[in-house]
């Protein structure tokens, strides 16, 4: 089955950056829409942005001009750059490729104030 690992996550004070990663498995990253999505403590989980096959990018209002989605078809993965980082973005972060109905484990991620 689909197997997707993310990792890059950690605690990062309020204004900093991560990078986020996420290596795929018996999936091509790059001709399949894949997400990152979120869920922080007592909410429920949300879309964060995602990236299509033609390349076409959504994200969340929330994150804006901040975050960025890309991926690499030489090292089958994709990527979520997270820039001027806000305590509201501490959440669980999960790739996932929701066609296949498939999600990573899930990497924590805590800004600090």
């Known amino acids: 089955q689909v197997q997707l690992v993310e990792s890059g996550g950690g605690l990062v004070q309020a204004g900093g950056s991560l990078r986020l990663s996420c290596t795929a498995s018996?999936?091509?990253?790059?001709?399949?829409?894949m997400a990152w999505y979120r869920q922080a403590p007592g909410k429920q989980r949300e879309l964060v942005a995602q990236?299509?096959?033609?390349?076409?990018?959504t994200y969340a209002d929330s994150v804006k001009g901040r975050f960025t989605i890309s991926r690499d078809k030489d090292k089958n993965a994709l990527y979520l750059q997270m820039n001027s980082l806000k305590p509201e973005d501490t959440a669980v972060y999960y790739c996932?490729?929701?066609?296949?109905?498939?999600w990573g484990q899930g990497i924590q991620v805590t800004v600090s104030s």
């Open positions: 990236i299509t096959s033609n390349d076409r990018t």
């Open positions: 018996r999936i091509t990253v790059k001709i399949n829409t």
């Open positions: 996932a490729a929701p066609v296949f109905g498939s």
